[in-house]
């Protein structure tokens, strides 16, 4: 573990802080780093636990997001496409696809964002499906699909005959129209698109679940489990900032409310629970959306606590705690977004 992780460290040192003010402001998308990750061996789950690769793979979240929360959203897009193809029962698309997506070969996308927000009663299912010969034919629009580019692969979900479909879809299909979206506050480097299907044929050895609905059951604890780190990071690049700034101003900061002690405090008891659940099984959804509903409050007092302290040097354009104040208001509406969380977490607590 102790050379995995200076194997990390070097890969961000090198393929990453280099280029965060690029991707914050010119929208530049960290591809580059993510196929290093996966060339260096960090995605392989051969020969380990469920257990194990989760716990590996959520540490490389959390340090990739302390340096850069927009690349490590890339990076939790890629684990949610490799966790579809981990658990689907296709086991053709299984052999051909994931060693492609564990080795650093191809990078994938979730997708589901859409989807998520249909299980949960707040939207309609975008996408539909027509059955013909050996696939389906897939129309609609997905507003937003992160982490694409050129040969980039995704999960979508498409009503069917009462039902719905999942399917894996490769960006290079013709009949795909892609739009980028890079008016958002923060994350513009995340490679989103608005993704147009007019006719989309996928042939049956992309479908990655016949009953999208059973397994969309299936992988959603584990979809949610792999955002968490994401706040991790960016509280402990806030606990930092604080700790850089303690003696500002003759050290009238120790007056604030909230200090780097507590978050850090904060931090670490989020951080044992999410290894307890994990270690658990990580299946118990309930306390898992209440874990990401935990970190995200926790994460945004980090971030506005970290441009109290830094005062007007955080307010200037470009720095470092106005970006991890974007970057946590990002992670608050990344789906399943707080609002729906407070509902999931309601629902989820009667059916109990």
Known sequence: MAEEAVVLQALIDEKLKPLVKKIDEE???????????????????????????????????????????????????????????????????????????????????????????FYAGLEKLHLSAERVDSGYVLNGVLPAVSNLADNHWFGAIACYEGKEVMLFVNTNNSAITLKEKVHFLGVNGSATYSCKFDKVFVADEYVIAHDASLFVDTIRPTFVLYQIPLGFGVMEACIEGIEKVKAKQNGCNEYLQVQADELAKELQQLQEALQLNVLAGGTDLYEICQLRLQTVYATLAAVQANMLHNGSAGYIVGSTPSRKLREAYFFANLTP????????????????
């Open 27 to 117: 929208a530049y998308y960290a591809e580059e780093y993510l196929f290093a990750l996966g060339k260096a061996g960090f995605f392989q789950s051969t020969h380990k636990d469920e257990e194990s690769t989760l716990l590996d793979e959520l540490t490389i979240v959390q340090e990739t997001a302390k340096v850069c929360m927009t690349t490590a959203f890339c990076l939790w897009c890629h684990l949610a496409a490799l966790t579809y193809i981990r658990k689907t029962s296709n086991s053709e698309l299984r052999a051909v696809v994931l060693p492609l997506l564990e080795g650093g070969e191809l990078l994938g996308a979730t997708g589901l964002s859409n989807p998520m927000k």
């Open 337 to 352: 977004t707080v609002r729906q969380l407070e509902k999931m977490s309601k629902v989820l607590k009667i059916a109990e």
